[in-house]
């Protein structure tokens, strides 16, 4: 038995189908199209799997996708990466044009698990997942399970508030002082243009910094340290035993996660300090579309 | 088969024996005597134990004690409500006193359990425990299942940092801006000091505020945005169906527990606040014992 992974993103549709251990065997890749509707974008999805069917014998459908989505009742709410979808019950459509058993999980929690699985989280007890890129979200695996949460918004840390001191940034949706307003690559981006004069976003700022400008390391100082408050609120509320970070914030590796791993501890109990294992994220792209493949397991 | 549940507290030492339901049938107290050294109180928890072994047929023991310890090697660590008790394999030294299988947890994950199982969280697929008292700690129940933490530190939430801003306070170990610092009882008390002149704690600042005292409503006000801050970074975290809250500062409901469930839907994403479920505990100082017996299951 195989099952199928999709990656539903904003810009790309990445279908791959699955040995039951996980492995990734075929993949195919095309543009989402968003601009022509959800029912021609799910066409194409349905089309897919049908074909796939008549090769492979297809136990069930996985499907990452952007939130806000609801995934225990299989529908896509109104993702601002997914424009003109809204309120889409995914699950029910897709399941009616396949006849297979179709999972949808919000596309960072579908990343989560195949970090846990496969990626930098391999082997541990417990794993919670981090993305740092245009936002921050996240997901939790315990026990090799993906905990989902009540209403499927286990990991939306990017809400999660690191100074309520600060203000709201980046869509009317985030809290004051939100870690997603204040550390996203998109955060570093605004930083940049404000502090900088700069408008060649988050990656103009890392360059100026790898120069030596003063101002650029103080953006990216604020940044690792929210980070770290970020991180150590969730290690003192589920303690996992392992983060894993990924997302392209997190590419310049010098810049940004060593000096993290160093912040975070400075806001640990002792006996959290002394086993903190921050890792960098191992699947990098291909995590969402893995993660799909594994969430009907 | 039957279970005995011990809750090991600063001052008193309660013990009781549970069905296999959870239902407890007997219970006995005594002082813990905390001066007379861990050897003293370890002899009297085994010489209950082995009393009631004659009695009743038993499964295992289970004991919630106060942190930090490491619940995976049974381990008391050095807590500041048991003055003396520095790394004493708590867990080994009864096993092989009584010859049963003893299980060792932080007591706000012993009530956490309790209250997830028999109180408010009763039904509920995930249950956020928080208590807020002298300190504020918590535990996580997903499934009708603990999760302990990699290092048994899950619910350590009194060291979140709600405003990185604000002093540290409280103890050397909290980090500055932590929750616990800045809306426990023993921060009202000390805010009650500062900016009301009192010297009653707690208490004195509720009495004040309900005869309308504008300062001790603001001390309160400062309280429930904290907390409000924590419960929702927790509900970004991890997304519980439930949260359930207890300790003796939420004794004052109109105070504190409805202003509260106010000021955390402010925090949250629309589709969180619309089922924010926050309730107060059920078993009061029951929870420790009820949650030790608990925990052998």
Redesign the interface.
């Known amino acids: 038995m195989y099952t199928i992974g999709i990656d539903l993103g904003g810009t790309n549709l990445r279908i791959g189908v699955f040995k039951e251990n996980g492995e990734l065997i075929e993949e195919q890749n095309c543009p989402t199209e968003v601009e022509k509707g959800p029912e021609y974008t799910i066409g194409i999805m349905a089309k897919a799997i049908n074909s796939i069917k008549n090769k492979y014998q297809i136990k069930a459908v996985g499907i990452g996708a952007p939130g806000?989505l609801?995934p225990h009742e299989g529908v896509i709410?109104e993702p601002p990466n997914l424009r003109g979808w809204v309120n889409i019950p995914l699950v029910k459509i897709l399941e009616e044009k396949t006849y297979l058993p179709v999972k949808l999980e919000n596309d960072a929690n579908a990343a989560a698990l195949a970090e846990a699985k496969q990626g930098a989280g391999k082997g541990?007890?417990?794993v919670f997942f981090i993305t740092v890129s245009t936002g921050i979200g996240g997901g939790?695996v315990?026990d090799g399970q993906l905990?989902?949460?009540?209403?499927?918004?286990?990991?939306?840390?990017?809400?999660?508030?690191?100074?309520?001191?600060l203000d709201a940034y980046q869509g009317l949706?985030l809290?004051r002082g939100a870690l997603e307003g204040h550390a996203s690559g998109t955060a570093i981006g605004r930083m940049g243009q404000e502090r900088l004069n700069i408008t060649n976003g988050a990656q103009g700022v890392f360059q100026l910094a790898e120069q030596g400008n003063e101002t650029a390391q103080e953006i990216l100082d604020e940044v690792v340290?929210y980070l770290a408050?970020g991180i150590?609120?969730?290690?003192?509320?589920?303690?996992?035993?392992i983060i894993v970070i990924g997302g392209g914030v997190m590419k310049s590796q010098d810049l940004i996660l060593d000096p993290l791993i160093k912040k975070t501890k400075q806001?640990?109990?002792?006996?959290?300090k002394a086993?903190l294992n921050i890792k960098p994220a191992l699947l990098d792209q291909k995590a969402g579309l893995i993660g799909a493949g594994l969430l009907p397991n």
Chains 1, 2 share one sequence.
């Open positions: 806000p609801n709410i541990a007890s417990s939790f315990l905990v989902s949460g009540a209403q499927g918004n286990c990991g939306e840390i990017g809400n999660m508030i690191v100074n309520p001191n949706g809290n340290n408050i150590a609120n969730i290690v003192h509320t589920v303690n996992p035993e806001y640990l109990y002792p006996s959290l086993v």
